[in-house]
Every structure is written in structure tokens, then in C-alpha cells.
């Protein structure tokens, strides 16, 4: 269906015909407490506001109460399904800002915690897109069943399954337990079966094509002008991902592709996810191979009582849904002067109106689930 | 990516009249940023944005931060005469940094991958003169952001198209996030109280915890 | 055809059901509460204080320094100190916490409390049955209640209560030999006093 600018839709629509819905807080499908204000002709979305800030915790503010230290577990809740690459990104600007260097263990430690959010992330994503279009459960149960072992990998070493606190600025919290890195080799090897099946299961289902196929098209110089990032932007076909540009850590060792997606609509998106599953697999494959022994602790970094020189930061990573990026300035004191989230499901928002323009109310539901938003990120 | 000095220059020469300052970042991450001032933000952005050079076609991050008033005191030489004789005494001197809100964007160029580039504005005060214009004509991905900075700061933005709050609900007065924001103090009572919530605590159920 | 792709579908899920019967992968939920899983070693769920010996108060390896009650991200410790000193396992008189009490409602078993502190005094325990109907008073765990025995940090945290314990003989081995050559060392004699101004 071509889209239309709003005022367009607005006018053609007699205005005593244009009904107001809200598709309201409390709702199955808007992946947590979100709000969306939509404007309907008919069956056509005319308008649509995005209304949110039911889960707002002001963690910006917290943190400026607690030490360096204190706001990682903080960090953990704001993504809540992938806690550790919030951790990460969180580390690496403290790290910048601190001016310590976390040795290769650690870094390798990381990537390898990274991959597999990456991989609970979108097994998660493509489970709930499908049970938002009615699969009432079945794909995302598979997908859980696989996730359930990547959590159980967490819990053995970090102690939680989903916060799992355990980057520190300068490395690891804890070295990994014996067995740990059999375990993981044997997930990497069983799970290209599981996907696999997965794909069997969803990607020729004649019934998803028909939902998602021209279904919310994101242009390429809107996705790029409004900010979009991760997958999303991936799938409008333009290539950008972070762990290719800044190639932090110990990313630029890996040899791995980047999927691109060429229509930019929700099936283009939902491919990229399980292609993108692919890539972390191998890049597993690789960490797991040469991972080397060592410390995983920065030596100079002080986790009590850390005082940064006066000055700003601003780290940021490829996380499962764009770009988290943190933004400190200290002030030479114990706890942070400004610390700001990046949120990548709040921008990725920017865009919902444009693409469910002249869309079903059916297809909102689904367009909304392709973006991958959690509110925890969207509201801090 | 050039320089900031070499980029002071080309936004000078681009768009007359812009005063473009640099500040410097103590931290080692090495991150300087760029002040612009109000009036000629919107056409150095545009420049930025459509510079074939530098193509920051990607506004990654719009945060705002709350500088307020803050005395310092110093001790500094002045020349006075004492007894009849001109010596150098050292006296304290209060000095007051000025009060202002300030917008950080942090700029990425997705077709050069190159980045990022800093760039502030800063308002002329914290009580009245709160404006800045908004950059979300140039860069989309400002919308939503300039909406919270508005919302937990103050800042009015100029030219934006949909101001208004968007994660405090509409009614709300106070701005949150500024420094001498002050907690609303109808507080459940804690049984592990802590200094200044047992102070408030002690203040609404003076005889100990609540039934 | 049309229609092929629902029908490998509808094959998988089949597989799956059929799969369910006979192979253990498939079939994945544990029937809580007549089954449960085994704890892993590292799972923390909150905190406890950990004793030495046969009584919990004068055991207690906790020294009241209020690190970890500074370090609590939610500030859910609160600790208040004793003007009575005690004995620790060396030998040397320590503080010790009259009041510890920590509010396991808004605890968020983020375990920086164990991280920090330098006695090895709190430990992050398993336990997660911990539901109550009185919603105060009844998750707000004084000293009594989280002091729980060496032993069964031993049974919980089998790699790391080892390694403390190993630490703790050999500091008190170094502690008993070094006073024992103080008191083996000859006396020395008495200074001669100043010679007045």
C-alpha cells in the first residue's frame, strides 16, 4: 500500500469518520507498557502518536547519586533481555572516561557474553513478532526452549540469569568456572540444528509472507536522517554496524558479514535477525577458538571509590538493537556528573508514524513488534 | 575527519557570522567539542549535514546537562598599597561561573563512517532565557530527544514541530533532571530508612512505621 | 503448491510433539514444586551474613565497617555499630554490628556487597521461597535471621568457601607464629631516662 503523508490521509477522510483508538498501556502486544495514540479511517491507520514514559525510572538521576560502581547493576534493567551488552557499553565509556585498558581475556569474555545476548535477543524477537500475528506461542516457546540454555550458560557464571552485573569497568567481575567453554562450544555446535528448524517452521509459512511482505517500508534516507539503528536500519539496506566502523574491543580480529536487507520491510527485518544469528555463531566459533589465559582484571582500575579526571565520554556499542551509547561527564568526584542513556528503542520510535501510514491496524501490531522495542530502554 | 581547527575554519566560512568555539575534554577519551552560538546553530548543522566532506547525515545522541551557579573561591595576586607601600598581597576573590543549560549532540556520518563530532548550545540562563533552536529539522533523530531535554530540563526548543513532554505525563510542572530539583515528599515509609528518607519518614509518621 | 510452507511447518511442530514422548530435549519443563532444579554454585538470590564455630552472634565474621552498606546500590543494608568489641578468628579485637538489618524488598541481589567486602562476612545465599504475608516486617531480615553457619556457605559455594577457609588457617597459623616469637623474644631492659634540660 503506498504511504501517504499524514495531512494527505487526514484530509480524504470526512472527519466524522476518523476514529481515535488507543492501543493502550495495558495491551499484549506493544511489548510492555507503550501507548500508541492511533487515528483510524475505516481500517486505515491515518495518524498515529507513540505515548510512553509508564516504566520511567529517571535511572539518570540515580546514578548521579551512586558511585561508578553502584549504577552497573542499574544497567542491567534498562535492556532487561540483554543485560550484559548494556553492562558492556556502560564499562567501555567508564573505561574511556577513566582512561583503563581491560586485558584480552577480558575482552574475548566479552564478546563471547555479547554474542550470545545477541543470540537470546533475537531468538526472543522472532518468538514474539510471530506470537503478536497470532502463532499463539508455539515459535516462541522453540525459541525460549533455546534460550533457557544460553540463561543457564549466565547463571554458571554470573550468578543471575538476566541481571547479570557482571562487566566491570577494567574487565570481568569473575573469571569463567571450569567446564564453562565446553558448555559453550557444545551450545554453538547444536544450535545452527535449532535454527534450522526454526527457519522450517516460519520462513516459507505462506501466512507470514502475506503479513509482512510491503508491510511497513522504511526508506533508506529516512531511516539514516531519523537516526535508526541495528537491525532495522540493516534491513532498509544500509550498512552500518558498529562493530564494523569502530571495531571496539576485539571485534576487528573477527572475520564475519553483515546482512543487508533490501525492501526495508517487516520481513526483510525479521530475515536479518535470523541471518544475523548466523554471523554470531561464527563469530562464537572464532572467540571460543582463541580465547587466551591471562588476567581479566585492569590492574590500575579501582572499583571502590574510582574519581575519573574531570572530563566527558561517550561510548557506544552494536548492541542486539542498535546503537547504546553512554554519555558521562565527571567532575573529579566519586559519582558522575551527567550520565545519559542513548536509547536505541526510543529512536528507532522516531519512525513507527511514518511507517504504519496508511496501513491496517492489523499490520501496527506487527510493524511494532519488527522494530524490537523494550521498554525499559525506551523509558530508563 | 579533519581537525576541529580545520572544521572551525570551513563552518566560519560556510555560514558568516557563526561563532564557533572549541572546548576541551580533560578526560583522556579525547572527545572536544564544538560551541556554537544560538543564532547561526541551524545553518552550521545544515552545513555539517550536507558538507560533501563531512556528510553528518547521522545525529546519534542530543542530551542536556545543568550547569548551575557555582562560587569559586581563589586566591589571587593584587597589587595594593599597604603602610604607604605597593606590595602584591594575595587575597580571596569570589568569582561566579555562569548558569546555563546546555544541548550535546554527538554527530556520526554513516556514509563516510567517521565520527563523532561534538557540538553544544547553550542557553543564556536557567531561569527565563531558556531557548534554543532545535535541530530537528536538520537531523530527524533529535525529535524524540529534544522532547526529553525539554521534559527533564526546560529547554524551549525553537522550530520543533511537537513540543511537549514525553515521559513525564502532561501535567507535570517541575523539570526533573536539573540539579536543584526538589523530590515530591509524599513518601511511603521504609523500614530501612536512610538519612535524609528517615528525616521525611520521621516527618509524616513521627510514632514509627505505618499499620 | 500453495500452502507447501505451512505444511513444513506444521511438520516441525509434529516432530516436536511426537519428539516430546520419547527424547529428553524436547521435553523441557521441570514440574516445580515436585521437581526442582539443582542450584548452581555462583546463583545468588540475598545476601547472608556468614558465621564461624557453634553460635551465631559471637561468630559472626561481619566488623560493622559499613562498606557494604556504602556500596549498596539501593541502600537496602543498614547497619548500626556496638561499642562492645569482640575477638575475631586471629585473635585481634574487632567492632561489631549491633543492628544489621537488610530489606530484602528492594535488595536487588546485584551482590556488590560481596564483592566489596574485605572480611568475607556476607555471602550471597540461594534460598527463594522466601514469600511472606507480613509485607514489612516480614522482608526486613535482622542479624539473627541472616547469620547462617561456615557450613553451609561450605555447601552452597563449594570452590569459593574452600579457598576462604584455606586463607583463613594459614593467616592464623602466621598470626600464632608471630606472636609466639614476640613472646619467645628476649626482655629488653629498661631505657635510661632523658638527662634533664
Known amino acids: 500500500m503506498a504511504t501517504a503523508s499524514p495531512t494527505e490521509l487526514a484530509a480524504s477522510a470526512p472527519p466524522s469518520q476518523i476514529m481515535e483508538v488507543a492501543m493502550g498501556p495495558q495491551h499484549p502486544s506493544t511489548h510492555g507498557v507503550f501507548r500508541m495514540d492511533v487515528s483510524l479511517d475505516g481500517e486505515t491507520v491515518v495518524k498515529l502518536k507513540p505515548v510512553f514514559g509508564y516504566l520511567h525510572r529517571n535511572h539518570e538521576k540515580i546514578a548521579e547519586k551512586c558511585s561508578y560502581l553502584g549504577s552497573i547493576p542499574y544497567t542491567d534493567r534498562l535492556d532487561y533481555i540483554c543485560s550484559l551488552t548494556n553492562n558492556w557499553a556502560y564499562a567501555m565509556t567508564v573505561e574511556k572516561l577513566a582512561g583503563l585498558v581491560p586485558p584480552e581475556r577480558a575482552e574475548y569474555i566479552r564478546v563471547i557474553l555479547s554474542e550470545l545476548t545477541r543470540l537470546i535477543n533475537h531468538s526472543a524477537l522472532a518468538g514474539f513478532l510471530l506470537q503478536d500475528m497470532g502463532a499463539l506461542g ?86 539514516v536522517n531519523a537516526g535508526v539503528t541495528g537491525p532495522m536500519l540493516r534491513a532498509s539496506g544500509v550498512n552500518y554496524d558498529i562493530r564494523k566502523v569502530d571495531q571496539y574491543g576485539v571485534y576487528g580480529r573477527f572475520q564475519f558479514r553483515v546482512p543487508l536487507g533490501e525492501r526495508g520491510d517487516v520481513f526483510d527485518r525479521y530475515m536479518i535477525r535470523i541471518l544475523e544469528m548466523r554471523e554470531s555463531l561464527k563469530i562464537l566459533e572464532q572467540a571460543l577458538r582463541d580465547i587466551p589465559g591471562g588476567p581479566i582484571m585492569d590492574p590500575k582500575a579501582k572499583l571502590r571509590n574510582l574519581r575519573p579526571k574531570a572530563g566527558e565520554a561517550y561510548g557506544r556499542i552494536e548492541g542486539p538493537k542498535g546503537e547504546l551509547g553512554f554519555y558521562l561527564i565527571s567532575d573529579g568526584g566519586p559519582n558522575p556528573y551527567r550520565y545519559r542513556v542513548r536509547p536505541p528503542s526510543l529512536i528507532n520510535l522516531t519512525v513507527l508514524e511514518d511507517m504504519c501510514l496508511g496501513q491496517t491496524i492489523a499490520d501496527v501490531v506487527v510493524i511494532l513488534g519488527s522494530i524490537d522495542i523494550v521498554l525499559g530502554e525506551v523509558d530508563r | 575527519m579533519e581537525t576541529l581547527e580545520q572544521l572551525k575554519t570551513r563552518i566560519v566560512a560556510a555560514a558568516p557570522g557563526a561563532q564557533v568555539e572549541i572546548i576541551p575534554n580533560g578526560s583522556p577519551a579525547n572527545q572536544p567539542s564544538l560551541l556554537l552560538d544560538r543564532d547561526h546553530a541551524r545553518a552550521v548543522a545544515q552545513f555539517l549535514r550536507d558538507d560533501s566532506a563531512l556528510a553528518f547525515d547521522y545525529a546519534s545522541n542530543a542530551t542536556g546537562v545543568d550547569w548551575p551557579e557555582k562560587i569559586i573561591k581563589e586566591k589571587i595576586k593584587v597589587k595594593k598599597t599597604v603602610d604607604g607601600v605597593e606590595k602584591e598581597v594575595e587575597e580571596m576573590c569570589e568569582r561566579k561561573t555562569p548558569a546555563y543549560l546546555e544541548a550535546v549532540y554527538h554527530l556520526y556520518s554513516m556514509r563516510l563512517k567517521h565520527g563523532p563530532l561534538i557540538v553544544r548550545l547553550r542557553t543564556e540562563n536557567r531561569t527565563d532565557r531558556v531557548s534554543l533552536p532545535s535541530l530537528t529539522p536538520v537531523w530527524r533523530s533529535c525529535e524524540f530527544q529534544e522532547r526529553e531535554i525539554f521534559d527533564l530540563y526546560g529547554i524551549v526548543f525553537e522550530g520543533h514541530p511537537d513540543l511537549r513532554r514525553i515521559l513525564m505525563w502532561p501535567e507535570f510542572t517541575d523539570f526533573p533532571m536539573r540539579k536543584d530539583y526538589v523530590e515530591a515528599d509524599d513518601y511511603e515509609y521504609e523500614p530501612t530508612p536512610h538519612d535524609d528518607i528517615l528525616a521525611k519518614a520521621k516527618k509524616h509518621f513521627p510514632a514509627g512505621a505505618p499499620v | 503448491m500453495n500452502g507447501a510452507g505451512i505444511i513444513k511447518g506444521m511438520i516441525e511442530t509434529a516432530r516436536n510433539f511426537a519428539g516430546s514422548y520419547h527424547d529428553e530435549a524436547r521435553l523441557t519443563t521441570v514440574q516445580y514444586p515436585e521437581e526442582k532444579l539443582a542450584p548452581v554454585e555462583n546463583a545468588r538470590t540475598i545476601p547472608f551474613l556468614v558465621y564461624d564455630g557453634a553460635e551465631a552472634l559471637p561468630g559472626l565474621r561481619c566488623t560493622a565497617c559499613m562498606i557494604c552498606e556504602k556500596e549498596c546500590p539501593p541502600q537496602c543494608i543498614y547497619i548500626v555499630k556496638d561499642t562492645v568489641k569482640k575477638p575475631d578468628f586471629v585473635g585481634k579485637m574487632q567492632m561489631q554490628p549491633k543492628v544489621f538489618d537488610i530489606d530484602i524488598s528492594v535488595c536487588m541481589s546485584c551482590g556488590i556487597c560481596v564483592e566489596v567486602c574485605p572480611f568475607d562476612a556476607i555471602k550471597m545465599d540461594q534460598v527463594f521461597e522466601l514469600s511472606t504475608g507480613d509485607r514489612f516486617g516480614g522482608l526486613l531480615l535482622n542479624k539473627t535471621q541472616l547469620a547462617k553457619p561456615n557450613d553451609y556457605f561450605n555447601k552452597l559455594h563449594k570452590t569459593e568457601a574452600a579457598e576462604i577457609d584455606l586463607r583463613r588457617v594459614e593467616e592464623k597459623q602466621k598470626a600464632e607464629a608471630a606472636a609466639a616469637a614476640k613472646a619467645a623474644a628476649p626482655a629488653k631492659p629498661p631505657m635510661a631516662p632523658p638527662p634533664a634540660p
Open chain 1, 138 to 223: 508455539t515459535p516462541l516457546m522453540y525459541a525460549f526452549r533455546e534460550r533457557e540454555k544460553i540463561l543457564d550458560l549466565f547463571e554458571s557464571l554470573t550468578g543471575a540469569r538476566m541481571m547479570c552485573n557482571y562487566m566491570r569497568f577494567g574487565g570481568c567481575r569473575c573469571d569463567l568456572p571450569p567446564g564453562w567453554i565446553e558448555q559453550v562450544r557444545r551450545l554453538v555446535s547444536d544450535f545452527p540444528k535449532f535454527l534450522d528448524e526454526f527457519e522450517a517452521l516460519l520462513t516459507g509459512n505462506e501466512i507470514l509472507q502475506a503479513r509482512t511482505e510491503g508491510v511497513g517500508v522504511l526508506p533508506a534516507p529516512l531511516a
